[in-house]
């Protein structure tokens, strides 16, 4: 079992950053890979970022690269994505999940075992 926390959502000013944190416990954290996907409302989940269990291989789609950034550090079982240059297209519920392929850092939702509760990202223009 994988148990996943989000944190460091909030409402940011268009062209701000934010870093969103998530803290996973249970099984071993650098036995996974972890990704980060978002939901707006009434739109279906979207993927924006993933990495292995070493951090050597990241993956985001062509839509973001560039503005957002995924990493991790195995010693605090953490896994972060900085968002900057926020726009209001990037408001969204934000989720980290976990696979338990760890060179996975697939876009694949179906690829993620355990998911965390997500946290509020609010971008205003």
């Known amino acids: 079992q994988v148990q996943l926390v989000e944190s460091g959502g909030g409402l940011v000013q268009a062209g701000g950053s934010l870093r969103l944190s998530c803290a996973a416990s249970?099984?071993?954290?650098?036995?996974?890979?972890m990704g980060w996907f978002r939901q707006a409302p009434g739109k279906e989940r979207e993927f924006v970022s993933a990495?292995?269990?070493?951090?050597?291989?990241?993956t985001y789609p062509d839509s973001l690269k560039g503005r957002f950034t995924i990493s991790r550090d195995n010693a605090k079982n953490t896994v972060y994505l900085q968002l900057n240059s926020l726009k209001p297209e990037d408001t969204a519920v934000y989720y980290c999940?976990?696979?338990?392929?760890?060179?996975?850092?697939?876009?694949?939702?179906?690829?993620?075992?355990?998911w965390g509760q997500g946290t509020q990202v609010t971008v205003s223009s």
């Open positions: 999940a976990a696979n338990l392929d760890r060179d996975g850092a697939t876009k694949r939702v179906g690829a993620y075992a355990y």
């Open positions: 249970g099984r071993t954290f650098s036995s996974y890979s």
């Open positions: 990495i292995s269990w070493s951090g050597s291989r990241t």
